[in-house]
């Protein structure tokens, strides 16, 4: 979503996939080569997921959710996660997909630093759908800001289950 999907931004994604997975879901998430990413289970059953969104549906099909998240339904709001520090644009992709899977009627938008740049990425998380757009800016923020309904909640589980 936001990286070329090579093997190293994939071995991140999985394991900031792995993170965020509910421990009791006993769902285990590996890159798989560089065409995606496997998905098993505690008896070695695995799925083959060739993006993020098709990985957060299977776990869901196999009844894990993010761990800590609870479903959005507030007015909408604005609220900030503090990125003090160093921080991972791939755990920031795999959470907004984790959210898009999780809560498909959600409305938010994500605007995050680029790490690579002088810029910023607005990602919008609608319908069950990430989409993501840099947006040039001299003075990029050191904090993603979350907005609309749920966007104190989500901000909550960002800070609490995985650093952006």
């Known amino acids: 979503m936001l990286a070329p999907p090579t093997r190293a931004v994939l071995a991140a994604r999985a394991a900031a996939a792995g993170r965020l997975l509910e421990p009791a879901s006993g769902l285990r998430v590996r890159a798989w080569?560089?065409?995606g990413y496997l998905l098993a289970d505690r008896v070695g059953r695995t799925v083959h997921a060739a993006d993020l969104d098709t990985l957060w549906r299977a776990a869901a099909e196999r009844g894990a959710r993010p761990a800590g998240w609870r479903p959005l339904g507030?007015?909408?709001?604005?609220?900030?996660?503090d990125l003090s520090g160093d921080w991972d644009l791939a755990a920031a992709g795999v959470w907004c997909a984790a959210v898009a899977r999780a809560e498909p009627d959600a409305e938010l938008e994500v605007t995050l630093p680029d790490p690579a740049g002088d810029r910023a990425l607005r990602v919008t998380i609608a319908a069950?759908?990430?989409?993501?757009?840099?947006?040039?800016t001299a003075d990029?923020?050191?904090?993603?800001?979350?907005?609309?309904?749920?966007a104190g909640e989500a901000a909550r589980h960002a800070r609490?289950?995985?650093?952006l």
């Open 160 to 163: 609490a289950h995985h650093r």
């Open 74 to 81: 507030a007015t909408p709001a604005a609220d900030s996660v």
């Open 140 to 150: 990029p923020p050191a904090y993603a800001r979350i907005a609309g309904p749920g």
């Open 33 to 35: 080569l560089s065409a």
């Open 128 to 136: 069950g759908t990430v989409r993501a757009a840099p947006l040039d």
